[in-house]
Structures are given as structure tokens and as C-alpha cells.
């Protein structure tokens, strides 16, 4: 493989999606705006850009299209309000940066981006992380440039039974090495729990690879809780050794399993190729601690990797010089 065909990105709307009843017009709308995303990922490389500059590109658009939960679109806290995350990391340097529990910034990712460039921190919170956002040139909104419709009634339903709703609470596919025994693969009744983290991963024409994540949580969260997503090692990690990986699923089983982290730990102490180290941790690791959702993944030789263990996950595949490809359900 050259250095050019091995430059790839791939990203991810969240595992855990709408149903396969749902119109052929609206299926085309998602894999439409997936493939708008990874249009844009594909230009910076293309164009011989770097890979962490192609991941801050794709996850830039997917936080501005609120048919996904990350920047507008993103979920309302119990509160009403919105929390976002975001991380970013370079698999050469290993330089990261993340940001967690902002309300007013337009793009997380930005901001993310902002810390892995000019703060010696990792991760910032709250309002000082908003305020050194806005002082490295993030664009501030009013709150409620998040809101969409659909997410506030969804608020509603939740606060209505008095649930939060995990944005990827669907059931496991059934594996050989875990059948529990209430979960199957049927469509779950509750149509609020289908929509989740949003992700970016690619790795450039000089074998560099990046990672990002950004979300809004979950819906009916408490004040102040954060997921996987802000986390280096659980939502988001890059390492040009191994590999780079963004998450999307129930945040607290990806904490507890490290697991973007333990991808690229089975690569590089158990020899395990990059499919087989996120099959792993996705059907194995996860399962245990109840954990439901996906991957994507990218290796410096530009191989991917996408599993999930719900009913489907938003994803795409885009190589340099070739047409995206977009899926939904398996």
C-alpha cells in the first residue's frame, strides 16, 4: 500500500440508531450527512494534511449537524440544559486535549483542540474551561443554539418516567463468549434511546494517525456527570505505534475498561492485529461490565476497524482518491 492509499478517515454518529422501519428519505438524509463529513476529513488529506487536522474537520461538521448528538443537537441535562465534551489526541506526539461540562461553546472539538495546542493541562472543565475557549478564539452561542425539537421532547418522555436515557441503551448482540440472558436483537420499544457520541479517527499519507470524540451525553443526565467521551484512554486515544480509537456507547463500561486504550494495548503486548484487539474489547471486554456500544479504529497502515455489539452504529470509511462509504444497521 502507498502512503497515499493508506490515508483513510472514519467516523461515527453513535452506536445505537433509528429503526429500519424508519423511511428510505430519512435513511438517505444520515448516510447523506455522513458522507458530507467524510467528504471534508478526505479533502485535508487529500490535500496532504495532517491526520489530526482531518479528524478536528469531520467532528467539526458532525457537531454542526444536529441529527447527531454533539454540538447543536446535543441532549438536555435533567436540568434542562445542555453539558458538552470533547477530546482530541496525536498518535505522534501524544499530545491531547479536552474539554468537559461547556455550555456555550459552538464546537467542543475547537475548543479541545485549543488545549492540546496551548495549555500544558490535558483537561479543563466547566466555566475555566469555557473561558480559556474563548480566549484562544472559540465561538461563544447562547444556550439555546443547541436546541432542536427533537431533543427537548425527548427530555420531556425521560423526565415523564423518570429515566435518564442511555443514548446507546440497546441490547447486545449475542457472542459466543457472553448470552445474557434478557438481551436480544430485536428493535427496543423506546425510540430515545438510539442517539449518541459522535467520533473521528484517520491516519495521513505519513502514517500518522489522530483520534477525536466530542458528545452531549445523555439525555435526563444529573449536573455535572461526564462520560467517556472528554476521557484520554476511554473515549478517545491515538498512538502512532498501535492505533487510534474513538468510542460511542453506555460512557461509565468504556471508563471502567479503559477501553480505547485497551485496543491499543492488546495490539502492542498481545500481538493482536488491529481487527481482532477492537473485536476484543467490543464482544469481550465491554459485555462484562455491561457495556453496549462501538468503535472505530485506524492503524498507521491505514487499516480500519468499526465493530459494535448494538442493533447498528453510524459510520463511514473514506480513502483517499475513493468514493465514501456510509452504513447505519449491520
Known sequence: MSHAQRAVIAIHGGAGTISRDTSPEELKAYHEALADVLRAGQAVLAAGGSALDAVTEAVRHLEDCPRFNAGRGAVFTHEGTHE????????????????ACVHRVRNPILAARSVLEHSPHVLLVGDGAEAFAAAHGAELVEPD??????????????????????????????????????????????PDTKFGT??????????HVAAATSTGGMTNKAIGRVGDSP???????????????????????????????????????????LADAAERVIHERLPRVQGRGGLIAVDAQ???????????????????????VTAIHE
Open 231 to 273: 476521557l484520554i484512554g476511554a473515549g478517545c486515544y491515538a498512538n502512532d505505534a498501535t492505533a487510534a480509537v474513538s468510542a460511542t456507547g453506555t460512557g461509565e463500561a468504556f471508563i471502567r475498561t479503559v477501553a480505547c486504550y485497551e485496543v491499543g494495548a492488546l495490539m502492542a503486548y498481545a500481538g493482536l492485529s
Open 198 to 207: 459522535v467520533g473521528a479517527v484517520a491516519c495521513d499519507i505519513h502514517g
Open 84 to 99: 458538552l465534551d470533547a477530546a482530541i489526541m496525536d498518535g505522534t506526539t501524544l499530545d491531547a486535549g479536552a474539554i
Open 145 to 190: 443554539y443547541f436546541f432542536t425539537e427533537a431533543r427537548y421532547a425527548q427530555l420531556q418522555r425521560a423526565l415523564a418516567n423518570a429515566a435518564v436515557s442511555l443514548d446507546h441503551d440497546m441490547p447486545l448482540k449475542a457472542t459466543e463468549t457472553s448470552r445474557p440472558s434478557n438481551t436480544s436483537n430485536k428493535e427496543p420499544i423506546d
Open 302 to 324: 491505514g487499516n480500519v476497524a468499526l465493530p459494535f455489539n448494538t442493533e447498528g452504529m453510524y459510520r463511514g470509511v473514506a480513502r483517499v482518491g475513493e468514493t465514501p
